[in-house]
């Protein structure tokens, strides 16, 4: 380990599983030894970690995901930034001061085989916090997955997300006509309208979405970005017009509640005769964009027809809370800690 580095590090562990609202007496900070890497490894001082939805599916005992998830007793995982402070091993591809990239976040200081970790080039995007953005999947669902088009009518479920706040300028950069967004608050309708150029916003528990849908969009919906499922989805279908494109990008309706499913009652005669199209989108299988994404996103930033929405909370010790506060709507845009 560096002399320079401290002796220890903190990182937060799950204390038991939630049952029902998530709240911070859930999780715990522990401060541990900083680990020397062995060979073949290396030591990252993380600097920035992502607070997501997802975590919440994550903390149940079986969840629908194909991923690891969380156990009690055992630190949290998640998208981070961090500077790599030491090497062992001349094979590690990885040297001191490289910026990297890794799913070790919600720990101070990460240690792991080299080929965990992703070497970040500085001048890709003019803000390094812009790597943890969830821009990759909100520009899947738009380009890909409900393939926006000039002149379309565009609907972005949970639009003052993380993913939502990005996919609603991606819509416009393709040239859309109108967009509208869902959301939770007469405050954050305004915010999507007034700074991230969304025409109009739907406002779930306000009365029937399908109704506010119908008001904001009279001649119906060519593309829908849902990352929501339940009632605006059910919504969004009702509305979409002949050759619509959905895609089914997330699944708020349950993950807020700790699992993946969201189920709907789906007309699909209506559809057939409809010709519309739904598909479910998963970046995993789409690595092949992500150089487009980032030249897109990066050249978006430097000329300012994009913008990273996002809170920074500063320090470890806040991490539970901005999960909680996350989870409660408190925020607009992505949610990052800075370490």
């Known amino acids: 380990m560096p002399s320079s580095s401290p002796a220890t590090y903190r990182e937060v562990r799950l204390t038991r599983r939630p049952e ?7 999780l715990q900070v522990v401060t541990f030894p900083i680990p020397d890497p062995t060979p073949g490894q290396v030591l990252v001082r993380n600097t920035l970690m992502s607070v997501t ?29 961090g500077e790599v402070v030491a090497v062992n091993g001349s094979d590690a591809g990885l040297v001191p001061g490289d910026l990297v990239t890794h799913r070790h976040g919600w720990r101070e200081y990460a240690v792991g085989d080299a080929a965990e970790f992703q070497r970040v080039d500085p001048a890709e995007l003019p803000d390094p916090a812009a790597h943890l953005s969830q821009g990759f999947t909100a520009w899947l669902g738009i380009v890909r997955g409900a393939q926006v088009r000039a002149g379309d009518t565009v609907f972005v479920s949970a639009a003052a997300g993380g993913v939502g706040t990005l996919a609603g300028q991606f819509a416009r950069l393709r040239g859309a006509a109108r967009v509208i967004g869902s959301t939770s608050s007469e405050r954050k309708a305004r915010v999507l309208v007034e700074q991230l150029g969304y025409d109009a916003a739907v406002i779930r528990g306000a009365g029937s979405m399908e ?24 919504a969004a279908l009702a509305v979409a017009r002949r050759g619509a494109r959905i895609a089914l990008i997330g699944a708020l309706d349950g993950q807020l509640s700790g699992g993946f499913r969201s189920v709907i009652e789906v007309d699909s005669g209506s559809l057939i005769l409809r010709g519309i199209t739904v598909r479910g989108l998963s970046g995993s299988d789409h690595l092949d964009a992500l150089p487009e994404w980032t030249k897109e996103f990066g050249q978006g930033l430097r000329d300012g027809t994009l913008t990273f929405p996002h809170v920074r909370v500063s320090g470890i010790d806040q991490a539970p809370r901005a999960l909680c506060d996350l989870l409660e709507g408190r925020h607009i845009g992505a949610v990052l800690v800075e370490l």
């Open 211 to 234: 109704d506010q849908l119908r008001a904001a969009a009279p001649e119906g919906l060519d593309a829908v970005f849902d990352n929501v499922g339940g009632e605006q989805l059910s």
């Open 20 to 26: 029902g609202e998530l709240t911070p007496d859930h």
């Open 53 to 81: 939805a997802v975590m919440r599916t994550l903390m149940r005992d079986e969840t629908d995901l194909p991923v690891t998830g969380y156990a009690p007793d055992r630190p949290l995982w998640g998208p981070a930034l």
